[in-house]
């Protein structure tokens, strides 16, 4: 059960006791609906086998769940007084790793170390998960660049801000339909479980948040013969969306392919003149990309 170092009076009561706010530069908004986060543990799903990956440790209350059914828990908190905290709170667990740092080496890596922390845990027989009340400005990072590390977490079940779920989620055609649509949809399945108003959070964010979880689907990504090739070309691809197809194109591929080069490659699709890359299935822009991997391997 979910303990009651969650709602707000004990969090006010524990901050005070610190001497310390809320940072907003960090992304602290505690999840104080003790339903929904029991609706992100189920969701999750941790069991005895599994490896979970926590960012944003904040006071542990989700932690110290993920630890009473996981075989370990990683948690990486990159505020030292919240990372100080939630030591406190989580003393008596032997599960838990907590790491203080940021989990980013940079907008496209997860830093290493705590890669490779999670790596010393996942022994024969374990699976890599991750559950998380992200902050809202690494949950792109986080949960994206997550689908290019061995192992790939078997699902990854977020808090994230609902204007980023609608875009992972959304069809071509449509205002949200953006690279990390591609990105996402071409690697995996994809569910929005809950909408979360602001007041379930403290402090309240002005936004709504929304509960996904992702399963990373290994016979979509057995479709994409280079990862890291596709997720550059689609970044590139998304640059320029109010551009034409080809003006995009030429644009993100100058260093590599001249106007002739792209046009040859372009050819065979027989694309309208005035299609945008916002208007292309996934299928496409999959094909797409590895006709243009191929002309620059060539």
């Known amino acids: ?19 310390i706010r809320p940072e ?37 209350s989700l932690t ?22 939630a030591s406190e709170e989580l003393e008596n667990y032997g599960n838990i790793t907590l790491l203080q740092q940021d989990a980013l080496r940079n907008k496209n890596h997860l830093a290493d170390s705590v890669l490779d922390e999670v790596r010393k845990h996942i022994t024969p027989g374990r699976q890599f998960k991750l559950a998380a009340n992200l902050p809202y400005n690494v949950a792109t990072p986080i949960l994206s660049n997550l689908l290019m590390v061995e192992p790939t977490p078997v699902s990854l079940t977020a808090t994230i801000q609902k204007e980023l779920a609608d875009r992972m989620v959304a069809p071509p055609g449509v205002k949200d339909y953006s690279a990390l649509s591609v990105w996402m949809q071409s690697l995996c399945d994809l569910q929005i ?19 996904v979880h992702i399963v990373p689907n290994a016979a979509k990504r057995a479709l994409i013969p280079d990862l890291e090739f596709f997720h550059t070309f689609v970044r590139g691809l998304f640059l320029h969306r109010r551009k034409f197809l080809r003006s995009g194109l030429v644009a993100a591929q100058q260093e590599h392919l001249d106007k002739p080069a792209v046009d040859e490659v372009l050819a ?22 590895e006709a243009f991997r191929q002309r620059r391997a060539s």
């Open 64 to 85: 110290s769940m993920l630890a009473d059914h996981a075989a370990h828990v990683v948690t990486v908190e990159i505020d030292a007084r919240m990372h100080q905290l």
């Open 193 to 211: 479980t809950r909408i979360l108003p602001p007041q379930v959070f403290w402090p309240r964010p002005k936004v709504h948040s929304a509960i």
């Open 268 to 289: 065979p699709f027989a694309f309208p003149v005035d299609v945008r890359a916002e208007q292309l299935p996934l299928e496409t822009i999959q094909q797409l990309s």
């Open 24 to 60: 907003v530069r960090h992304g602290q908004n505690f999840l104080i609906d003790l339903n929904l986060l029991d609706l992100l543990l189920e969701t999750a799903a941790p069991t005895e086998n599994d490896v979970m990956l926590e960012i944003g440790t904040g006071m542990g």
């Open 1 to 19: 059960m979910p303990s009651t170092r969650q709602t707000v009076t004990y969090l006010q009561r524990r901050f005070q006791e610190a001497g």
